[in-house]
């Protein structure tokens, strides 16, 4: 199978968090099985226009900011001189709204909606972009095949209007990660384990009344 992935950023990109992580984990394991997987994303400074990572095809155009821009016509430009048999939308930041032109069988990941809560986590005018086109965005995935990676994710898609029998629920599980990254803290003892992912937003750690730190 010919797997066309689109997403904002890749497994190297400095400003990937837990999406990256979770995507890249995913789609280097399908291709490991002797698919084709190829990742259209952003640049970065210094980084290559095209390499090969665990075998997934990364090719990066555009700025960071703008790379919503680049995705229709890039993706016109790839399947002209590629067929695939099925195009994946990571839905993790801004729309990219891919239903309106990709002609391929669909599938959209999505972790999360922002609603309100982006009103918290950056400036108005940027929230209120956010905001603006995740709500277009509802609209137009509407009808598409979905996978959710939780549960109050997949309710929260009902409530919006997206049809039950087109979500999967396709939960994230313990990922062991090849990547060594600063921002992921793993502690194992017999009697207990941490994990701490943050991207200095909010941590939350949680102990069983049974956990002793010593």
Partial sequence: MNILVLNWQDIRNPLGGGAEVHLHEIFKRIASRGHSVTLFCSAFP???QEEMI??????????????????????SKLVRESRYDVVVDDLNKIPFYSPLFVREPLVGIIHHLFGKSIFLETNLPSALY?????RLGLRIYRDSIIAAVSESTRDELITKGFQEHRIHLVPIVSIIASITRPNVMRIHTPDWAILVV?????????????????
């Fill in 130 to 134: 956010v905001a603006a086109t995740e």
């Fill in 46 to 48: 210094g980084c290559l």
């Fill in 198 to 214: 943050s991207r200095n937003i909010r941590v939350s750690i949680t102990f069983s009344r049974h956990s002793k730190l010593f």
């Fill in 54 to 75: 665990d075998g997934i095809t990364v090719i990066r155009r555009g700025s960071r900011n703008l790379f919503n821009f680049y995705v229709p016509s890039w993706y």
